[in-house]
Nanobody, 115 residues
Framework: QVQLVESGGGLVQPGGSLSLSCAAS????????MSWYRQAPGKQRELVAA???????NYADSVKGRFTISRDNGKNTMLLQMNNLRPEDTAVYYC?????????WGQGTQVTVSS
């Protein structure tokens, strides 16, 4: 069983920065993809960024150039550095881990961008 715990959300003004972290524990298959998703009120959950255990990354067009995803395979942690935040980035952000044909989710952390 895999557990994911997110941290780092909060309230920030437009143009500000936040860093989210995700810590994975349990029986983790070494070849996997870690991702950040977000869900705003009334909207579907969407992929924000993903990173494979080999370091390949993928970003949603809306965050390219502003967000950076990284991971530490030795510590089973993942970071999302979010810069130049916009009100439309307001959402609950979820950590996800996929391996083989399985998937695990964190509980989510709220990010609010408002003046």
């Amino acid at each position: 069983q895999v557990q994911l715990v997110e941290s780092g959300g909060g309230l920030v003004q437009p143009g500000g920065s936040l860093s989210l972290s995700c810590a994975a524990s349990g029986n983790i298959f070494r070849i996997n993809t870690m991702s950040w998703y977000r869900q705003a009120p009334g909207k579907q959950r969407e992929l924000v960024a993903a990173i494979t255990s080999f370091g390949s990354t993928n970003y949603a067009d809306s965050v390219k150039g502003r967000f950076t995803i990284s991971r530490d395979n030795g510590k089973n942690t993942m970071l999302l550095q979010m810069n130049n935040l916009r009100p439309e980035d307001t959402a609950v952000y979820y950590c996800n881990l996929k391996w083989l044909q399985q998937s695990s989710w964190g509980q989510g952390t709220q990010v609010t961008v408002s003046s």
